[in-house]
């Protein structure tokens, strides 16, 4: 595993246990707020094509048992 998804695990891990601690939060709100906070920060710098592209190739690795997130790497 690439240091870039040991370091995003971690931050996403401690997002959700974080969310877990609070009785307003929601696991399920917690997991798009932080896709979207992702999709937010790749268009400052992405086209919409290529993050679509980006979302396709995740959607599509959905039934892998292991999910590649670090590819050309």
Do not use: H, K
Request: aromatic share 6%; hydrophobic share 40%.
């Amino acid at each position: 595993m690439s240091g870039e998804s040991s370091y995003a695990r971690a931050l996403v891990g401690d997002a959700f246990n974080e969310a877990r601690a609070m009785a307003e939060m929601d696991a399920d709100a917690t997991g798009r707020a932080i896709i979207q906070a992702v999709i937010e920060q790749y268009r400052q710098y992405r086209d919409v094509a290529d993050i679509s592209r980006e979302l396709d190739y995740l959607r599509d690795s959905l039934d892998e048992e292991d999910l590649v997130v670090t590819r050309g790497c």
